[in-house]
């Protein structure tokens, strides 16, 4: 194999709070590829629904990151400040943010991804939330729509978007001249009859199949 005597690491951090995990890839390497152990001297440990810190293997919750390289907020965004960045759950007077990151601790006390609280995804290394795509397909295409984040090798994820209302000609013209491009659509599906779930909502595990396939 290409560089036999290299090491590889997985390193996973947040703008919002620097690098906080690392993790030694050995070859193959596992999937899903782990998070990791705290890199001294940042403090990381998972919050549950309850606000309780969970000390249990293999028992989910949120991950929190305390360190002094957490950042005092966001640029005129109080209210998203106040729901991230908080005092360290645990007592004391240091800060903590919450990475809305859904993990465990494995056996060996490793941290290993199982996804997301919110809907944001990196996309070419850009985050993306995919809430804010849906908002504007709703303006440009008008009806119901739905953007699916597809996992990809190379870029993180690729976005599919569904709309309930015929496809423009110009669609992806549209979106080109609104988003940045990481942000651009890898495909525009029409999905009609439109999915809902019992309840009234978009069926969204109903557009993930035909996602899967539009990503490739």
């Given at each position: 194999?290409?560089?036999?005597?290299?090491?590889?690491?997985?390193?996973?951090?947040?703008?919002?709070?620097?690098?906080?995990?690392?993790?030694?890839?050995?070859?193959?390497?596992?999937?899903?590829?782990?998070?990791?152990?705290?890199?001294?001297?940042?403090?990381?440990?998972?919050?549950?629904?309850?606000?309780?810190?969970?000390?249990?293997?293999?028992?989910?919750?949120?991950?929190?990151?305390?360190?002094?390289?957490?950042?005092?907020?966001?640029?005129?965004?109080?209210?998203?400040?106040?729901?991230?960045?908080?005092?360290?759950?645990?007592?004391?007077?240091k800060?903590?943010?919450?990475?809305?990151?859904?993990?465990?601790?494995?056996?060996?006390?490793?941290?290993?991804?199982?996804?997301?609280?919110?809907?944001?995804?990196?996309?070419r290394?850009?985050r993306?939330e995919?809430?804010?795509v849906?908002?504007?397909?709703?303006?440009?295409?008008g009806?119901?729509?739905?953007?699916?984040?597809?996992?990809?090798?190379?870029?993180?994820?690729?976005?599919?978007?569904?709309?309930?209302?015929?496809?423009?000609?110009?669609?992806?013209?549209?979106?080109?001249a609104?988003?940045?491009?990481?942000?651009?659509?890898?495909?525009?599906?029409?999905?009609?009859?439109?999915?809902?779930?019992?309840?009234?909502?978009?069926?969204?595990?109903a557009?993930?199949?035909?996602?899967?396939?539009?990503?490739?």
């Open positions: 194999a290409a560089l036999p005597d290299t090491l590889f690491l997985n390193i996973y951090g947040q703008t919002e709070a620097n690098s906080s995990l690392m993790y030694p890839i050995d070859r193959p390497a596992p999937a899903p590829l782990p998070l990791g152990q705290p890199i001294f001297p940042m403090e990381v440990f998972l919050l549950g629904d309850d606000g309780t810190v969970v000390t249990e293997r293999d028992t989910e919750g949120e991950l929190v990151v305390v360190s002094a390289s957490v950042a005092q907020g966001y640029f005129r965004d109080s209210e998203r400040s106040e729901a991230v960045f908080t005092p360290d759950p645990r007592g004391g007077d800060r903590a943010y919450r990475t809305q990151d859904r993990a465990y601790l494995d056996k060996d006390n490793i941290f290993v991804v199982r996804g997301r609280r919110d809907r944001a995804v990196k996309v290394g850009f993306v995919l809430a804010e849906e908002a504007v397909s709703e303006r440009l295409l009806g119901s729509t739905c953007c699916l984040a597809v996992p990809h090798d190379v870029e993180g994820y690729r976005l599919v978007v569904f709309c309930s209302e015929a496809l423009p000609d110009d669609a992806k013209a549209r979106f080109a609104e988003l940045p491009h990481y942000m651009l659509p890898h495909a525009l599906l029409q999905a009609d009859p439109w999915p809902r779930t019992g309840t009234g909502k978009t069926d969204r595990k557009l993930r199949t035909r996602a899967l396939e539009a990503a490739t």
